[in-house]
């Protein structure tokens, strides 16, 4: 009996000595954790990885936690249980394997959709004509007290088309201080929501030339972003009392797969906004 005792004994140092430390998950177990994406990316040789982490129900890590592991904490959220973070594929394994991680996603790309102007002919469409929304500026209609946050590249604010109608601003682009449209898409997209007609003589009008916005920036001057401000953005934008979510966005891909941003977006909507987001662009 005391032979199996101290067998038992000894095999369990072996086993303590080729376990993973305290709280954390071996690699195999842990990469499950993992979307593909993110392993992909780990598996690229990149020595900074931007991932979002999501956590379990229960668990409310700080971002010490996180630095400990090795990551650079970007976000961290309360419309969604998680944060994204930056760090070397040794610091995604770290955390992929804590308690507290429920799943890692790779943060992915963005961007908007710019369009081939040499594609152009006639005269220019007008959105607002297109669906009728004179008959409902008749009926007093036309956006008054409704908050439109413009999540996109953001808005020229000396548009005369514009003037006025901003309420609160934010930028969310890395190295880029302003909140400024250094693009053009993001004041596009303000114009035909909320456009006056001013430059126009009234002729060229939004669909609801009274609505207020909220400009969010999260594209940079190069068309891209990232997931993980577009999650920050639409966190600002409830935040701020917005109504309306526009999401003029290439590559969102909402839904499973891209679950952090889908629950914002699904959060956003539980919480009564109505939620805007482009499809169909590439057919």
């Known amino acids: 009996m005391k032979r199996i005792l101290l067998l038992a004994a000894l095999l369990g140092l072996v ?15 842990s990469e499950s ?18 991932f979002i982490v999501m956590f379990k ?8 936690d996180l630095e400990e592991d090795g990551a650079v904490v970007d976000h961290c959220y309360h419309l969604i249980h998680g944060a994204s973070a930056r760090g070397s594929a040794e610091a995604v394994r770290k955390v992929a394997g804590e ?6 996603h790779l943060d992915g790309r963005v961007s908007v959709a710019q369009p081939d102007q040499s594609l152009a002919v006639g005269e220019p469409v007008c959105p607002s004509q297109q669906v009728n929304a004179s008959g409902l500026w008749q009926q007093g209609i036309n956006g008054s007290g409704v908050i439109v946050a413009v999540i996109d590249s953001g808005i020229d604010k000396n548009h005369p088309d514009l003037a006025g109608r901003i309420v609160g601003e ?4 890395e190295g880029e201080d302003t909140t400024d449209d250094l693009l053009g898409h993001g004041t596009m997209c303000a114009g035909i929501i909320a456009g006056s007609g001013a430059a126009s003589g009234g002729r060229y009008r939004g669909v609801a030339p009274m609505a207020s916005l909220l400009n969010v920036r999260v594209i940079a001057s190069d068309g891209n972003g990232r997931v993980s401000d577009i999650i920050a953005g639409i966190e600002w934008a409830l935040d701020n ?14 839904g499973e797969t891209n679950p952090p941003v889908t629950m914002a977006a699904d959060n956003a909507m539980e919480a009564g906004v109505v939620v805007c987001v482009a499809a169909g662009n590439n057919g």
């Open 170 to 173: 934010k930028n969310f682009v």
């Open 15 to 29: 086993m303590l000595a080729f376990s993973a430390p305290l709280g954390l998950l071996p690699f195999e177990t």
């Open 57 to 64: 129900p229960g668990f409310i890590p700080s971002e010490d």
């Open 241 to 254: 009392n917005a109504q309306i979510l526009s999401l003029s966005l290439a590559g969102l891909n909402l």
């Open 99 to 104: 308690e507290w991680a429920e799943s890692l």
């Open 33 to 50: 954790r993992i979307d593909r994406p993110l392993l992909e990316q780990m598996n690229s040789g990149d020595q900074e990885i931007p």
